[in-house]
């Protein structure tokens, strides 16, 4: 399964977090600026896409000419530029980082925008200590045992059921708005799955033992 590793014009983690990162992806890529981002942290991409209208020149001139995607629409994102992108060439699994920070409404509408991929794709965003999954349909996360897990529905959700959690769920329903029972859970061992029959969810889930 292709995995690409797509870097924002967020704040970018630092080298020691991104270059595993890199070295686990088959494709690097750089969602415009994140070009520069990437540089600094000491990551080459690979392709260079967006209206590249806040990459620099010289991170211009780290990927061949071809490599260097320019897409001329207004009426959407570096983000989902990038994504259809990989979408088209058949990458089943992205990890994203470098979307947050800055301003909070980018920060929010790259996390809202991803809703339309997650059915196609294997999303994830990734910072240092946590990851954040979109989910639309069944899906398993490796975790170490021990560590705090969350669910966000961002539309209502039925059918939800979670194994692998300290509190599990069977068959239940999650209205929009409403986190209360879905904060806070804890892995038990080394995977846990959500289950979903309908609706959409973010799982938060730390990557250290939950204190």
């Known amino acids: 399964m292709l995995h690409a590793l797509l870097i ?21 890529l750089a969602a415009d600026g994140g070009a520069d981002r990437a540089l600094a942290a000491g990551v080459t991409p690979d392709v260079i896409i967006g209206d590249l209208d806040s990459v620099s020149a ?3 001139k780290c990927v061949r000419p071809e490599n260097l995607i320019f897409v001329d629409n207004q009426n959407n994102t570096d983000l989902e530029k990038a994504l259809d992108w ?30 339309p991929y997650a059915r196609h794709m294997q999303l994830t965003f990734a910072g ?8 639309e349909k069944p899906r398993r996360f490796p975790c170490t045992p021990g560590t705090r897990v969350s669910l966000i529905p961002l539309k209502t959700c039925s059918g939800v059921t979670l194994s692998g959690l300290k509190y599990p769920l069977k068959n239940a329903h999650l209205p929009f708005g409403q986190t209360g029972h879905t904060l806070s859970n804890q892995t038990t061992g080394k995977t846990f799955t959500v289950t979903l029959k309908s609706g959409f969810l973010f799982v938060y889930a730390e990557e250290k033992p939950a204190s």
């Open 8 to 28: 924002g014009n967020g704040h970018t983690p630092q080298a020691e977090f991104l270059k595993p990162l890199a070295q686990q992806a088959d494709w690097v």
């Open 58 to 60: 010289e991170a211009k």
């Open 86 to 115: 990989l979408l088209s060439r058949g990458c089943k699994a992205v990890t994203l980082t470098g979307f947050m920070g800055g301003r909070l409404d980018f920060t929010l509408g790259n996390f809202l925008s991803v809703f």
């Open 128 to 135: 240092p200590g946590w990851k954040i999954y979109p989910v």
